[in-house]
């Protein structure tokens, strides 16, 4: 018998739980379950809901002799005299199963202890009981299983690892992960805190694939990948730091604006009925490409030829297009810049974004005090329609930078003093006229100058990676988008053909069109606070 595998050595990234009902016609179980170990698997639990006893410890077995050649613990699921005939590296439970402390004491010493988690509560319960990992789901919808409990979403993932901090239990997620959201649950699930995920469980990606070497394979250059660059940069998706300067940050947002027009990249934009044809012309005057479609059979189309993809909630009648473009945007690394507005006015709103942002990474998120209050339901402002009341945030610095910790993205705080956080650095932005609060839409024109400079930003990486959902300084693309519409409004204001809201609009177009990065530059009042 080969020797068990210890708790402290085993790698939880690609956790594999078997499932023979999944396997296409034809295939072999035996033959899958070893080209996945080929192909990177590095845990195997063992589940059979419905064999006899005879059956799952012969199933057992042979699978344990192939973990065993590869030096891949392996678990069972659930039955502990299985475990203990064929001396399984331990056994994972789930929460109507034996008790952790009676499965410890039934098993051999160090054997190891998975406990199903889908509440904090679970977790505090398994920490306690002295679980050696948790398995935390179901993240997405899932096929494999009937869900007795409701889906956590990748964001309540993160929410939940912060009870295991300074513990020394490790973590997995799983229910519906595949190679297609893998890096999303990845990324997403990393908690304020910073504690972040041991590893992901999957089931029919590579139980239901004619090529599960392959299939394994991708999803562990994907978890390699990105654990290598969490390792190193801790932050949402900045090349900026608190040591860089204003004049630094305004040199960086004068060359994206340099790239928007030599570039002109397309923005694909989903927007509020409203502003369309405002947000549309925008674009063309910044010197980008705008197209304005929501019908869901063209997102994977546009997701390949656009340069970056904004979602503005003003107006919620294509809710399955804005799910589907983020989704493909999401597959090929473009940024998407999600602008909830009015997400405070009701609790189909608050559900929708809810939805929208487990369903994608965004890479920016811009709002007012009432919206980002209601994304992080906050109690400190309130939302009245699409305005905020009330006086703010009390430390606004401090509130933007935890909201991007939380949503893993960069936060855009929109008012009279504008804030930018990727949830290390915090930009302090002062440009800005009181018109522009007295035109329709001033608000959703940054989020479409921030799409385009966004998709600037991207564009200038030379080298994808499967590192992260988006490659590109991000930072400096909120920052430019937010910097163009409000220093283009002072020098709209000031202009002499200008005297109120009805001909500050086409002269705010004017100047996002004459806007150059040496106006940019001087104009710019930008101040890193921390």
Same mark, same amino acid.
Request: charged share 20%; with cysteine.
């Given at each position: 018998?080969?020797?068990?595998?210890?708790?402290?050595?085993?790698?939880?990234?690609?956790?594999?739980?078997?499932?023979?009902?999944?396997?296409?016609?034809?295939?072999?179980?035996?033959?899958?379950?070893?080209?996945?170990?080929q192909?990177?698997?590095?845990?195997?639990?063992i589940?059979?809901?419905n064999?006899?006893?005879?059956?799952?410890l012969?199933?057992?077995?042979?699978?344990q002799?192939?973990?065993?050649?590869?030096?891949?613990?392996i678990?069972?699921?659930?039955?502990i005299?299985?475990?203990?005939?064929?001396?399984?590296?331990g056994v994972?439970?789930?929460?109507?199963?034996?008790?952790?402390?009676?499965?410890?004491?039934?098993?051999?010493?160090?054997?190891?202890?998975?406990?199903?988690?889908?509440t904090?509560?679970?977790?505090?319960?398994?920490?306690?009981?002295?679980?050696?990992?948790?398995?935390?789901?179901?993240?997405?919808?899932t096929?494999?299983?009937?869900?007795?409990?409701?889906?956590i979403?990748?964001?309540?993932?993160?929410?939940?690892?912060?009870?295991?901090?300074?513990?020394?239990?490790?973590a997995?997620?799983?229910?519906?992960?595949?190679?297609?959201?893998?890096l999303?649950?990845l990324?997403?699930?990393?908690s304020?805190?910073?504690?972040?995920?041991?590893g992901?469980?999957?089931?029919?990606?590579?139980?239901?694939?004619?090529?599960?070497?392959?299939?394994?394979?991708?999803?562990?250059?994907?978890i390699?990948?990105?654990k290598?660059?969490s390792?190193?940069?801790?932050?949402?998706?900045?090349?900026?730091s608190?040591?860089?300067?204003?004049?630094?940050?305004?040199?960086?947002?004068s060359?994206?604006?340099?790239i928007?027009?030599?570039?002109?990249?397309?923005?694909?934009?989903?927007?509020?009925?409203?502003?369309?044809?405002?947000?549309?012309?925008?674009?063309?005057?910044?010197?980008?490409?705008?197209?304005?479609?929501?019908?869901?059979?063209?997102m994977?189309d546009?997701?390949?030829?656009?340069?970056?993809?904004?979602?503005?909630?003003?107006?919620?009648?294509?809710?399955?297009g804005?799910l $589907? @473009?983020?989704?493909h945007?999401?597959l090929?690394r473009?940024?998407? &810049?999600? *602008?909830? #507005?009015?997400? %405070?006015? /009701?609790?189909?709103?608050?559900?929708?974004?809810?939805?929208?942002l487990?369903a994608?990474?965004?890479?920016?998120?811009?709002?007012?005090?009432?919206?980002?209050?209601?994304?992080?339901?906050?109690?400190?402002?309130?939302?009245r329609?699409?305005?905020?009341?009330?006086?703010g945030?009390?430390d606004?610095a401090?509130?933007?930078k935890? $909201? @991007?910790?939380?949503e893993?993205?960069?936060?855009?705080?929109t008012? &009279?003093? *504008?804030? #930018?956080?990727? %949830?290390? /650095?915090?930009?302090?932005?002062?440009?800005?006229?009181e018109?522009?609060?007295?035109?329709?839409?001033?608000?959703?024109m940054?989020?479409?100058?921030?799409a385009?400079?966004?998709?600037?930003?991207?564009?200038?990486?030379?080298v994808?990676t499967?590192?992260?959902?988006?490659?590109?300084?991000?930072?400096?693309?909120?920052i430019?988008?937010?910097?163009?519409?409000?220093?283009?409004?002072?020098?709209?204001a000031?202009?002499? *053909?200008?005297?109120?809201? %009805?001909?500050?609009?086409?002269?705010?177009?004017?100047?996002?069109?004459?806007l150059?990065?040496?106006?940019?530059?001087?104009?710019?009042?930008?101040?890193v606070?921390?």
């Amino acid at each position: 018998m080969a020797e068990r595998i210890t708790v402290g050595s085993i790698d939880y990234s690609l956790y594999l739980v078997t499932g023979r009902d999944l396997l296409p016609v034809g295939k072999d179980y035996l033959e899958t379950l070893e080209q996945s170990l080929q192909g990177g698997v590095t845990v195997v639990q063992i589940r059979e809901k419905n064999a006899d006893t005879a059956e799952f410890l012969k199933i057992a077995l042979e699978s344990q002799t192939i973990c065993r050649r590869y030096k891949v613990p392996i678990l069972i699921n659930d039955r502990i005299d299985i475990a203990l005939a064929i001396h399984a590296d331990g056994v994972h439970l789930g929460q109507t199963d034996m008790p952790v402390s009676m499965a410890r004491s039934l098993l051999p010493k160090g054997s190891i202890i998975g406990v199903s988690c889908n509440t904090k509560e679970h977790i505090q319960t398994a920490v306690e009981d002295g679980a050696d990992y948790v398995g935390i789901g179901a993240v997405w919808g899932t096929l494999t299983k009937a869900l007795t409990s409701p889906i956590i979403g990748v964001r309540g993932v993160g929410e939940m690892l912060k009870s295991l901090d300074g513990t020394g239990v490790r973590a997995v997620a799983i229910g519906g992960i595949k190679s297609t959201n893998a890096l999303r649950t990845l990324h997403g699930t990393i908690s304020t805190t910073g504690h972040a995920l041991d590893g992901i469980a999957v089931v029919s990606d590579i139980m239901n694939s004619a090529d599960p070497l392959a299939s394994a394979r991708s999803l562990s250059s994907t978890i390699r990948a990105f654990k290598s660059y969490s390792a190193q940069v801790p932050s949402a998706s900045s090349v900026l730091s608190p040591e860089h300067t204003a004049e630094s940050i305004k040199t960086s947002v004068s060359s994206l604006l340099g790239i928007i027009k030599s570039l002109k990249p397309l923005v694909h934009q989903i927007t509020n009925t409203v502003v369309t044809n405002q947000s549309a012309n925008a674009t063309l005057a910044l010197g980008a490409s705008p197209i304005m479609a929501t019908a869901s059979a063209e997102m994977e189309d546009l997701s390949r030829v656009s340069g970056a993809l904004l979602v503005n909630m003003g107006t919620v009648t294509d809710k399955e297009g804005m799910l $589907l @473009a983020g989704h493909h945007a999401n597959l090929h690394r473009k940024p998407i &810049i999600f *602008d909830p #507005v009015g997400v %405070g006015a /009701t609790t189909f709103r608050r559900t929708v974004a809810n939805e929208l942002l487990n369903a994608w990474q965004a890479s920016v998120i811009k709002g007012n005090a009432g919206e980002l209050g209601a994304l992080a339901n906050s109690e400190e402002v309130k939302a009245r329609g699409v305005d905020s009341v009330g006086k703010g945030f009390a430390d606004p610095a401090s509130f933007v930078k935890q $909201l @991007a910790l939380k949503e893993r993205c960069v936060i855009i705080l929109t008012g &009279i003093t *504008d804030y #930018v956080s990727d %949830g290390s /650095t915090v930009i302090k932005l002062d440009n800005g006229h009181e018109l522009l609060a007295h035109i329709t839409g001033s608000g959703c024109m940054v989020g479409t100058c921030v799409a385009v400079f966004c998709a600037a930003a991207a564009s200038t990486v030379e080298v994808r990676t499967d590192k992260k959902l988006v490659d590109g300084d991000m930072l400096s693309g909120a920052i430019g988008g937010v910097l163009a519409v409000t220093v283009a409004s002072e020098l709209a204001a000031a202009r002499p *053909d200008v005297f109120g809201p %009805g001909t500050f609009l086409p002269a705010l177009i004017d100047e996002l069109y004459n806007l150059t990065p040496d106006k940019v530059i001087e104009q710019a009042k930008v101040e890193v606070i921390e």
